[in-house]
């Protein structure tokens, strides 16, 4: 079992910054990509950015120069840097690890709880 504690949600004006941490923890996993999705009122959740074992990294195109995704793995932790925030980033943001178990092939999925990024203009 893996649980995710998600951490650095807030509110800033348009234009802040802010850093989304994930931190996992368990025992007998490893861990494979970790990920971001957001999910704004009324709207589907949605595909932030990933970040693979070998630190290759993936954006949704929209957001892609404005957010950086990176890991730490020695904490086993995901990170969002979000700058040049606009309104329409506002949502509930959502941490997503892919892992398995040390004796087992079979991959499994984690989400953290959410939290909550508002941007006033």
């Not at 348009?14 to 009122?41: H, I």
């Not at 993936?58 to 990176?70: E, H």
């Not at 004796?103 to 999925?109: A, H, N, S, V």
């Given at each position: 079992q893996v649980q995710l504690v998600e951490s650095g949600g807030g509110?800033?004006?348009?234009?802040?910054?802010?850093?989304?941490?994930?931190?996992?923890?368990?025992?007998?996993?490893?861990?494979?990509?970790?990920?971001?999705?957001?999910?704004?009122?009324?709207k589907q959740r949605e595909f932030v950015a990933t970040i693979n074992s070998d630190d290759t990294t993936?954006?949704?195109?929209?957001?892609?120069?404005?957010?950086?995704?990176?890991r730490e793995n020695a904490k086993n932790t995901v990170y969002l840097q979000m700058n040049?925030?606009?309104?329409?980033?506002?949502?509930?943001?959502?941490?997503k690890v892919d892992w398995r178990r040390i004796?087992?092939?079979?991959?499994?999925?984690s989400w953290g709880q959410g939290t909550q990024v508002t941007v006033s203009s």
């Open positions: 509110m800033v004006q348009a234009g802040g910054s802010l850093r989304l941490s994930c931190a996992a923890s368990g025992s007998m996993f490893r861990v494979n990509a970790m990920g971001w999705y957001r999910q704004a009122p009324g993936m954006y949704a195109d929209s957001l892609k120069g404005r957010f950086t995704i990176s040049s925030l606009k309104p329409e980033d506002t949502g509930v943001y959502y941490c004796d087992q092939i079979g991959p499994r999925t």
